[in-house]
């Protein structure tokens, strides 16, 4: 049987002192893919050889994450659009790009595109993802996730931030690829608890000229629609796509549906 990951090959280039690696595939206008938690390059199987019949897929593991050595003191999401924008700037200096950010991978595409507004030919977030008060803060999962993987138990930590953010059961269901992702990048929750608990600022979202829009799932949890609410609240999005039979997971349950929004999304 051929490896799922066989047909990729990756890159590796040194940004803010840091060996990144990512996936560089295709022609055309770039588009890059910003994932979340506990996920690397390797998340977008099903769309980098989709976008890339297009576009020039751009598909990095952010700082920190495998294949990538631990960088102790320098995991935030801040530091993560800080990372991107270098390798931007080095790998395809001065071309606009299209920025796709999923859950916490969305918020760091928000930093992003604040750095770089001039530079942003669209912006799709999908479900973005954020610290926000009360109801909505993910503060105690992280507490208890960080609980179970100091006492050795990483599968269970595992599910129950998976099950958690996509539903009930989620963790069972998962392939074995998707499993061993999420083992691979275990370690960055005890980072994620770390990190500074801010929301990102929106009041530039107003003079950011350039399309934005969200994609969700049909299943997906509030918390995601109360993110994009809060985004609302300064920029109305330009178009809004369900992925119907998908939750937050939403590329790899449906990824047909997904990566028709997403190109619709760039072609805005």
């Not at 910003?34 to 769309?47: A, E, I, K, M």
């Not at 030919?121 to 008060?133: I, K």
């Not at 138990?153 to 499993?179: C, E, H, P, S």
Request: proline letters at 7%; aromatic letters at 10%.
């Amino acid at each position: 049987m051929t490896p799922p990951f066989a047909d990729f090959s990756t890159l590796e280039l040194t940004a803010q002192g840091y060996r990144h690696t990512f996936v560089d595939q295709g022609q055309g206008a770039a588009v890059l893919l910003v994932h979340g938690s506990l996920c690397d390059w390797r998340y977008w199987r099903w769309q980098i050889p989709a976008f890339a019949t297009q576009y020039r897929v751009l598909a990095p593991s952010l700082r920190s994450y495998w294949p990538g050595a631990p960088s102790p003191g320098h995991f935030s999401t801040a530091q993560h659009a800080q990372d991107l924008q270098a390798l931007l700037d080095q790998h395809i200096p001065g071309e606009k790009v299209h920025i796709v950010g999923h859950s916490r991978g969305g918020h760091v595409a928000l930093l992003l595109a604040q750095r770089m507004p001039e530079q942003v030919a669209s912006l799709t977030l999908a479900d973005p993802g954020f610290p926000t008060p009360g109801a909505y803060s993910y503060a105690p999962l992280f507490q208890q996730v960080a609980e179970r993987l100091e006492q050795g138990d990483r599968d269970g930590a595992m599910a129950l931030f998976v099950d958690t953010v996509n539903g009930a059961g989620t963790w069972k269901q998962m392939t074995r690829w998707f499993r061993e992702m999420i083992q691979d990048n275990a370690h960055t929750m005890l980072d994620q608890q770390q990190e500074p608990n801010l929301g990102p600022s929106l009041e530039w979202l107003k003079q950011l000229d350039a399309p934005l829009s969200f994609i969700t799932g049909e299943n997906s949890p509030t918390r995601y629609h109360h993110c994009m609410d809060i985004i609302r609240q300064h920029r109305r999005e330009d178009q809004l796509h369900r992925i119907p039979l998908a939750a937050h997971g939403m590329n790899l349950a449906n990824p047909k549906a997904f990566n028709q929004a997403v190109l619709t999304a760039l072609q805005a």
